[in-house]
């Protein structure tokens, strides 16, 4: 069993930054990868960016792979997701999500078995 909190959202005009963090705790020994998705209303849930196990291998949506940076800390418990830039289309619920992996540089982007209960972004105009 894993549990996820997230926090770090907020209410940031267009151009602003935020960085959102998600905690992980009561995991297994095992290695698994962790991502965020995001869901603004009466949208569909989209996949926005994940990291591997081991820290070295990412993935981005293309919608912000040059605005977005996700990063893992040593302890590899918790991740983080840098974000710049900002614009009003990246409102959202922003959820941190992991699922077990038996690679330590395997990250995809679907198929997450674990879920926070998210935190909101509000970006201006």
């Known amino acids: 069993q894993v549990q996820l909190v997230e926090s770090g959202g907020g209410l940031v005009p267009a151009g602003g930054s935020l960085r959102l963090s998600c905690a992980a705790s009561?995991?297994?020994?095992?290695?698994?990868?962790m991502g965020w998705f995001r869901q603004a209303p009466g949208k569909e849930r989209e996949f926005v960016a994940a990291?591997?196990?081991?820290?070295?291998?990412?993935y981005y949506a293309d919608s912000v792979e040059d605005r977005f940076t996700i990063s893992r800390d040593n302890g590899k418990n918790t991740i983080h997701l840098e974000m710049s830039n900002l614009q009003p289309e990246d409102t959202a619920l922003y959820s941190c999500?992991?699922?077990?992996?038996?690679?330590?540089?395997?990250?995809?982007?679907?198929?997450?078995?674990?879920w926070g209960q998210g935190t909101p972004v509000t970006v201006s105009s």
């Open positions: 999500a992991a699922v077990i992996t038996s690679s330590p540089h395997y990250v995809p982007n679907d198929g997450y078995d674990y």
């Open positions: 009561g995991r297994t020994t095992w290695s698994y990868a």
């Open positions: 990291i591997s196990w081991s820290g070295v291998t990412t």
